[in-house]
């Protein structure tokens, strides 16, 4: 008889790591992310999880959100925790972002080493997804021969103007010399971005710029990965996804993350009594009852996301400009959301604005969005265009009104007003006339037109992350590439 061959070696169960860069909307959505992973490659399957949060971020979303009871009993998934470098206690303001960056980078490659090869026989790590800024875990991955997939957290229009920066340069539209001239060499985006859409770092005289040049560096390096996930769906961002895959093919667009972790919780005959909180500030739910007690439609909400700080020139602006658009609302002002103060200044606020406030409005430290989004007394979004934030209105169905801050907002933006048609984009501009104007726009004079893009945009979403929508497909797909990576 020929000799049998030799036994397979023993499969290792896959076991994934999810590391996000260390700020609210990284965490959010790659949390989201290793929840449905957990459903869609259920234990049997072996799947451990192990997500590495930064140790400040760990303490505040324990304390802060859902996540213990969430995740407790889950044996196969775990946190890990790793110092983002800055004092525990300390704010994690945008000017520590590239420190903070530069102290993962050295600190993470030994955690990741660990990870691969355990020494406390647990199962090693077969597949690292990474915050597609981390981009420097390629290399660990290499290193330890593990794939790295890495995930955006921003949108395929907005990455795919980071992509465009080198061609940019190279055709003299970097440095910008005119903001309102339209940008012709982002292929895809002729005729829509002008370049005060393309991301505000952009905006720089001097190339060698650190952000531009980290942020160009970083989006060049995702064609090493052997994926990259979005959190996006096909049918709102096709032809723009089609110009990515021709440097990143195999893109796994799986959004929005949190309806589709409702949809697929739901399959699994797991409906959620409510939704799933991943916030790293205490969520103020009085907004709710306050929601309740308002008409149909009839409130604004606002709010500027985790990181924006405003001018206390550009505080009072939208403060007279709400109140002037006689419009009920919901304001989210963070504590520290205002230049060199901390709370809310009411000392330079009127008592005319104050009375209208008491009268029409409510103001939280910081909402539970989600909910609020849902709520049906909401009528419109004045918001700052992040990425989670934008995607969450477009799948509530709720139209925007939009003042970008930084970074990717000013292509979301643009992209909401002008190619979705689900808002209006106040770029640039903040005095309390036109925010009134684009107010009174939103929730009255183009009421019925915006939302009724916006409801067929909610459907579109609800469709690509049910079973058999593209969102859902491509969980699947990534499930099988994971599972395909283990063995
Ligand atoms: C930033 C970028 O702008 C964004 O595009 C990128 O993808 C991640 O980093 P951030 O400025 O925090 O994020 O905005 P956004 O992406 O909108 O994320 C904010 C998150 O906080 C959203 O998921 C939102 O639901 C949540 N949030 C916001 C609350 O839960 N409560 C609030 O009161 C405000």
Redesign the pocket.
């Known amino acids: 008889l020929p000799p049998s061959p030799p036994a397979a070696p023993p499969r290792e169960p896959p076991h994934v790591v999810v590391f996000p860069f260390p ?4 965490v ?2 790659m949390l989201k992310l290793a929840e449905l992973l957990m459903l869609c490659l259920p234990g049997d399957d072996g799947l451990r999880i192990t997500f590495l949060n930064s140790e400040h971020n760990h303490r505040h979303i324990l304390r802060c959100s859902d996540v213990s009871s969430r995740f407790a009993g889950r044996p196969t998934f775990c946190f890990k925790t790793i110092s983002d470098g800055l004092p525990l206690e300390a704010p994690r303001s945008m000017d520590k972002l590239l420190g903070m960056l530069s102290y993962l980078k050295l600190k993470a490659r030994d955690v990741l080493a660990e990870l691969t090869a355990p020494a406390d026989g647990q199962s090693p790590a077969t597949c690292i997804i990474a915050d597609g800024i981390l981009s420097f875990v390629i290399d660990v991955g290499e290193e330890f021969g593990v794939p790295v997939v890495l995930f955006r ?2 949108s395929a229009c ?1 990455l795919w103007a980071y992509f465009c920066i080198p061609r940019l340069i190279e055709a003299e539209e970097l440095p910008i010399r005119d903001m309102d001239r339209l940008i012709t060499s982002a292929p895809g985006m002729e005729g829509l971005l002008r370049c005060r859409d393309l991301p505000s770092l952009c905006r720089v005289t001097d190339l060698s710029d650190p952000f531009l040049q980290f942020v160009t560096i970083q989006t060049g390096q995702s064609t090493r990965a052997r994926g990259l996930i979005l959190n996006t769906f096909e049918a709102l961002e096709e032809p723009v996804l089609d110009q990515i895959r021709a440097h990143c093919p195999n893109i796994y667009t799986v959004g929005p993350l949190h309806a589709h972790l409702k949809s697929q919780l739901s399959a699994a005959g797991q409906v959620p009594t409510r939704h799933s ?1 991943n ?1 790293l ?1 205490k ?1 103020d739910r009085s907004c709710l009852p306050w929601l309740d007690r308002q008409p149909v439609g009839s409130v604004l909400y606002v ?1 500027f ?4 700080v405003l001018k206390r020139d550009q505080l009072t602006e939208f403060w007279h400009g709400i109140v002037n658009s006689k419009c009920r609302f919901l304001w ?1 002002l963070r504590p520290d959301s205002i230049e060199s103060h901390v709370g809310i200044p009411k000392d330079n606020i009127d008592a005319e604005l104050q009375t209208a406030t008491e009268e029409r409005g409510c103001i ?1 430290e ?5 909910e609020v989004l849902a709520h049906p007394a909401i009528g419109g979004f004045l ?8 995607i ?1 209105s477009i799948t509530a169905g709720v139209p925007m009104v939009c003042w970008p ?5 000013q292509v ?1 933006s643009r992209f909401v007003s002008e190619a979705w048609k689900v808002g209006l984009d106040m770029k640039d501009r903040c005095n309390r006339k036109v925010v009134e104007t684009m107010i009174k726009d939103l929730m009255v004079g183009r009421r019925d037109e915006l939302s009724r893009s916006a409801v067929a945009k909610a459907n579109q979403a609800m469709e690509a992350v049910s079973e058999g929508g593209s969102s859902w497909d491509h969980m699947n797909r990534l499930t099988e590439d994971i599972r395909s990576m283990s063995g």
């Open positions: 700020a609210q909307g990284h959010n959505s957290t921003i907005s909180s916030s500030r969520e709010s996301g985790s990181a924006t989210v939280v910081w909402a539970p969005q989600e918001t700052h265009s992040g990425w989670n934030s934008t969450e801050y930084f970074a990717d907002q979301n």
